[in-house]
């Protein structure tokens, strides 16, 4: 199974979130890894490390930045008269809902990884993983889309 990673769209950098979403881009790069090193090389202590960061990863880092979005950055896109960044700002807190459920998923079978575990299906969590992988590229393109738009405007 093949996963690509995206490049980052052409925008300018917008401070706290470009640095976090460069983050979040390097712990999809490794999830895609742990994803891989699964049919290569199986549980090693190796691959135990990778899925313990990746899961406190999005168990903390992203789930915060979400929330510091829906706090601070899409209620005045909600209470916009640009239709964009309103219909832009929904579909953003939709795909968090969406993110937020795939780590449901994912969640215990990175958990498992790290104990060593196998008790799940691997062709499933690597199938969650170019879902999830996906949603999020997605996500964090349109977001930074809005963002250089909203930035142009100033």
Not at 52 to 78: V, Y
Not at 85 to 103: C, F, S
Not at 138 to 152: G, I, P, T, V, W
Request: glycine share 6%; hydrophobic share 40%.
């Amino acid at each position: 199974m093949t996963l690509t990673m995206p490049t980052a769209p052409e925008s300018q950098p917008t401070p706290g979130i470009d640095e976090c979403h460069t983050k979040i881009r390097q712990q999809l790069l490794s999830l895609a890894d742990l994803s891989h090193r699964l049919d290569t090389v199986g549980i090693d202590s190796a691959t135990q490390r990778m899925a313990n960061e990746i899961g406190k990863f999005f168990a903390s880092t992203s789930r915060q930045h979400h929330i510091d979005e829906e706090t601070n950055i899409f209620p005045a896109w909600l209470a916009s008269a640009n239709d964009a960044l309103v219909t832009g700002a929904r579909t953003l807190k939709q795909d968090h809902g969406w993110i937020e459920e795939n780590l449901i998923e994912l969640g215990p079978q990175l958990s498992a990884i790290a104990s060593g575990n196998n008790w799940f299906a691997i062709s499933e969590f690597q199938h969650g993983v170019v879902v999830f992988i996906e949603l999020y590229r997605k996500h964090m393109e349109l977001e930074e889309l809005l963002m250089a738009h909203q930035q142009s405007k100033c």
